[in-house]
């Protein structure tokens, strides 16, 4: 297993960005997938974005071109870069840890306002 804590959530007028960090309690070099999910009030848990242990990235449509992810191996670290924000992308997002058949791991979330 291991703990994932998130970062960098907040209040943002549309157009605006933030900068999610993930901090892992070990190393995260060999996990197979990090990604970032995010929950709408009275919506369900949707994927975001999400890179494997190779590098290899994923999108889901509404996000691309305005959220960047990447791991930094050293410090054990994932960050969601969110540009262009827009008050559809208000939610709790979620830092996930998927090394399938060992564990799923999941952080307690950071909330995202955009608003004006």
């Known amino acids: 297993q291991v703990q994932l804590v998130e970062s960098g959530g907040g209040l943002v007028q549309p157009g605006g960005s933030l900068r999610l960090s993930c901090a892992a309690s070990r190393s995260i070099s060999s996990i197979f997938r990090m990604g970032w999910y995010r929950q709408a009030p009275g919506k369900q848990r949707e994927l975001v974005a999400s890179?494997?242990?190779?590098?290899?990235?994923y999108y889901i449509d509404y996000v691309k071109g305005r959220f960047t992810i990447s791991r930094d191996n050293a410090k054990n670290t994932v960050v969601l870069q969110m540009n262009s924000l827009k008050p559809e992308d208000t939610a709790v997002y979620y830092c996930n840890a998927d090394h399938p058949p060992l564990y799923n791991s999941w952080g307690q979330g950071t909330q995202v306002t955009v608003s004006s």
């Open positions: 890179i494997t242990s190779g590098g290899n990235t």
